[in-house]
């Protein structure tokens, strides 16, 4: 399709993370923006070939958000198991139903999850899940964009699985990629550790983890190997191709430092860290450190929903009660985190802003709502406060897979809620 | 009007504060609900002579929230002044800025306001303000539910104008209500507060004022009375007829007691506590000593937006790294502060559930959306994955005020955008 976008504010970005506005056009030329600007070069568009020509009306396009940490099908526990704590939530909830689980489950639930994120203007998920291929089959097939991570840990998986999957989710589709990965090093023996330190060599690939999201997790490490997770994973040569790690909460200096040395991420979780009591990850002191953030929305068993407008006035807000500082953690650092920071911290570079060669991954934000007005500033608006209400069409990959409350991802939205109810009908009766 | 709704389930409350779902149908004649039911009773609904019949479709009837601390009028400041620390932020941002608001200006803020609140699903306000009959006015004409209290101090206002504004507004509208109040301790010396003790006697009214919001403005006053702000109110006679405070972080044992013996409402607003870093209120302890509990979500300069949906998320999540207690503070818990409670925390006991013979203020929840599926379980559904794109109408006194993304409240909503935009231009050039 090539589509042409009209009356548009248009979000950009430059090197320093500051964002502005320009006011035209934007195409869209199969996958790829083609072009940005006033829209006068083209004297009779009609003449360009256009399959659809869409009036902005003075709404915002942007860059689509990028959920950095999550784990997609597990929309079938939202608001199953809530109000635990958290080890009574994890071995009596969590883990006996995600045992019950098929492929076919995981494939149905994670488009359900995809829904979430079209509504809520996310065009790129990271995911970790026990059937990587399942997640990228649904993806692929709903036209989203997903990189994922392996969930390997010494109850579940193989080093042999992981490396099939590595190869398999990244030929099967433009929109699939997969990256190293194990689940956490609490549940993880030395021994593996090392097998994934060798195949993240032998592939050339980063490496992810559940990094530090509790002090009982840094804690125990500790007493196993005298290292936090960060530095035991560095000592055994995890990071020779980069990679990085979920939550990030209990950092201590020397993380901070393997951080920084090594190139790694950090993506922050901050409304499922509240829900599961874990705590306020120390964003004010990544971004001083110049260490790469994003932002995750983790699974639905946890947050309970799939919402980066959330997650986006968290990071900020936790960060400033944290620090007792409300000037830190600026709206413009979180939106940088959400979308630019957050597709290159997943080495998806050209999905990371709105700029010509670029992928079109990208939303329409709506401006004709109390929320967003008076016009005092766009980028706070958005962070502060923005709504899944406002997001009036996601595009990925060219494709416009959401638009006025409508989804094209070719099937009906009803036949995956029904899905989704007889999963866990079937789970629980 | 006299409005049926039918093939709804409707949330409703016992005196346990459980909640549970009726499948049927409710029926509003004027502004109350007549009947709640399975609708059998009327075996031709054409002869009931109906206005209307809405066809709920399996979707959520729910009360109204209630925003129980906000000030209305400050949308003409979201999003102008962030990211900065309090003190910088209140004095050389907030107060030259409010000082140029006239009074036709801060009507044409409230409606802007009020345009959120129903896109929230927000039925009444509780507001305090500089021009309250202006707010008021706002209000009556919009079709808003808006109970106010005064921001008096030693800098604006007078006792003798609060009484005059206690005895108009309350004589205004059905939908206008005014209670006494003062903007703060640390704002309003001796002789006021005493003055406002007696004219609370005189009036029987409640009193009500900003209260412990930080640690500072505790200190202070201990260092002027050495007692806290709770305690000095409570010993100058404030709370013979009842009230509370908006914020309520830093509380003491002997603030916890007074305000179960006054039987003395907390409001929590827990977005606006962490975007200008004041802390984090003890919600479990106000619920362990059975305190009266309701959520605001303060204003737009300060939050950024007027949303129950991201304050009910907060309000447990917050509570719950707070406590180091991922099982406290249930979304049963939250629901019932942002509806029935916040209704009695402000006098209003007939808009604090759907039940007959109350007041028609309610409102219809989307669950054919992905972030209510599956359908695990209602409340949570709502408290922790709920937002305003959820929101498929907004009732208040039986008149429908929005409904399908469209206002209803006499005025074009372009209208009050470019009036706001206007209002902080002049301001600014």
Chains 1, 2 share one sequence.
Not at 31 to 48: L, P, S, W
Not at 81 to 104: G, I, R, S
Not at 164 to 180: C, D, K, R
Not at 414 to 429: C, D, F, L, P
């Amino acid at each position: 399709m090539n589509i042409r976008f009209y009356h548009a504010r248009i979000l950009i970005v430059n090197e320093e993370k500051q964002f502005s506005l320009i006011e035209g056009e934007l195409w869209v030329k199969e996958n790829r923006i083609v072009y940005i600007g006033e829209g006068t070069e083209v004297a009779d568009t009609k003449a360009a070939g256009w399959d659809r020509e869409i009036d902005v009306k003075g709404n915002v396009l942007m860059p689509g958000f990028k959920n950095a940490h999550t784990h997609t099908a597990m929309t079938f526990l939202r608001s199953y198991a809530d109000d635990l704590p958290l080890q009574e939530w994890l071995h009596k909830q969590v883990f006996p139903m995600e045992a019950k689980l098929t492929h076919e489950d995981i494939y149905a639930l994670c488009r359900l999850g995809i829904l979430e994120y079209l509504t809520s203007g996310i065009t790129t998920g990271f995911d970790m899940y026990i059937d990587p291929v399942a997640i990228a089959k649904a993806s692929a097939d709903c036209g989203f964009r997903m990189l994922q991570t392996s969930g390997l840990n010494d109850f579940t998986q193989s080093l042999e699985a992981v490396e099939e999957q590595f190869y398999a989710i990244n030929a099967m589709s433009e929109l699939t990629g997969f990256v190293l990965g194990f689940h956490a090093e609490y549940t993880t023996g030395k021994p593996l550790l090392e097998g994934v330190a060798a195949l993240a060599q032998k592939l050339k690939s980063p490496v992810w983890l559940h990094n530090a999201e509790t002090q009982n997790e840094v804690n125990e490490c500790k007493k196993r190997y005298g290292m936090t997770p960060t530095q035991i994973t560095d000592a055994l040569g995890m990071y020779a191709y980069g990679g990085g790690g979920y939550h990030c909460i209990y950092f201590e200096d020397k993380d901070f430092e393997i951080y920084k040395k090594r190139g790694l991420s950090a993506v922050t979780c901050p409304a499922s860290n509240l829900k599961l009591a874990s705590g306020i990850a120390p964003v004010k002191r990544f971004l001083e450190e110049g260490i790469s953030m994003a932002i995750g929305t983790d699974g639905a068993a946890s947050n309970n929903c799939l919402d980066m407008f959330r997650e986006m006035f968290l990071v900020s807000g936790l960060a400033k009660v944290r620090q007792k500082d409300a000037s830190c953690v600026s709206a413009e650092d979180v939106l940088y985190m959400a979308t630019t920071g957050g597709a290159r911290a997943m080495g998806l570079t050209d999905c990371d802003a709105l700029a010509v060669d670029k992928k079109a991954d990208l939303i329409m934000i709506d401006i004709k709502q109390p929320n967003m007005q008076p016009e005092n500033n766009f980028v706070k608006n958005i962070v502060y406060s923005g709504s899944k209400q406002n997001v009036l069409l996601t595009m990925i990959d060219g494709k416009i897979l959401y638009e006025n409350n409508a989804f094209a991802i070719g099937i009906d939205v009803e036949k995956i809620y029904a899905e989704a109810n007889a999963i866990i009908r079937r789970m629980t009766k």
